[in-house]
């Protein structure tokens, strides 16, 4: 399978401390990755690498096999969507006025959002857009929220979406939600998720990807990675394991 996106030996560095160490991952066409780990393991550092957001002290990301370098930023942000964990919003934008939006920067966005086109009708009706029409980003719940901003982080039609925490803050109800359009999505977007519900994240993700320490520690299907006794090791936890619709699930044995 041919890379959409991927990244080999990466370290990063921010000041004197080291957050990645030879890190990698690779997102094929027709993925969903889910990206988990403990906190600080450098999950969110390595996403914003794959952005071009921050630049490796070495290793390479390339982008359809070209080094990512090799991109300017326009033609960078019209093939990839990052979603950053932090999605405030300063100015009180309707939902419509993001999704027309014509400048990254404007109102104090943090720069994620690219140019898009004017909202397909079809993207309304696949993000359930439409009783959202007219009213302000702010005031909606989390979910209505979530919804709009994936909607508008593929207007372009990008061939990769790399998505930082997008379940935070979210109920049982509008994570499944969410996560179904996510697996919808990756026929035509492939995807990068940083998740912390391993359960939700094997039931729903091709392969999952560790990290521990700024280490790429397992990279694999999600079964596989489940199973991995490394996965009890990583996040100091004895898990329990056991089947629920021919899905490992685990659960933490109590000492």
Partial sequence: ?????????????????????????????????????????????????????????????????????????????????????????YWDFRVEELMDMTSATAGGLPGWLAPTRPLDPALSQEFDLAPLQGRVLNQLSGGERARALLAAAIARQPKVLL??????????????????????????????????DLNLASRFADRMVLLDGGRSILDGPSQEVMASTQLDKVFAVAFSRSLVDGKIIVGAREN
């Fill in 1 to 89: 399978m041919s890379s959409e996106i991927c990244a080999r030996d990466i370290d990063f560095f921010r000041g004197q401390r080291q957050i990645l160490y030879r890190a990698g991952i690779a997102l094929g066409s027709g993925e969903l990755i889910a990206l988990v780990g403990p906190n600080g393991s450098g999950k969110s550092t390595l996403l914003r690498v794959l952005a071009g957001l921050l630049q490796p002290a070495s290793g390479e990301v390339s982008l359809q096999g070209r080094p990512l370098a090799d991109f300017s930023r326009a033609q960078r942000a019209a093939l990839v969507s990052y979603l950053p964990q932090e999605t405030r919003l």
């Fill in 163 to 196: 998505a930082d925490e997008p379940l935070a803050s979210l109920d049982i109800a509008h994570q499944l939600s969410l996560l179904r359009l996510l697996r919808q999505l990756k026929t035509r977007c492939a995807c990068i998720v940083v998740m912390h």
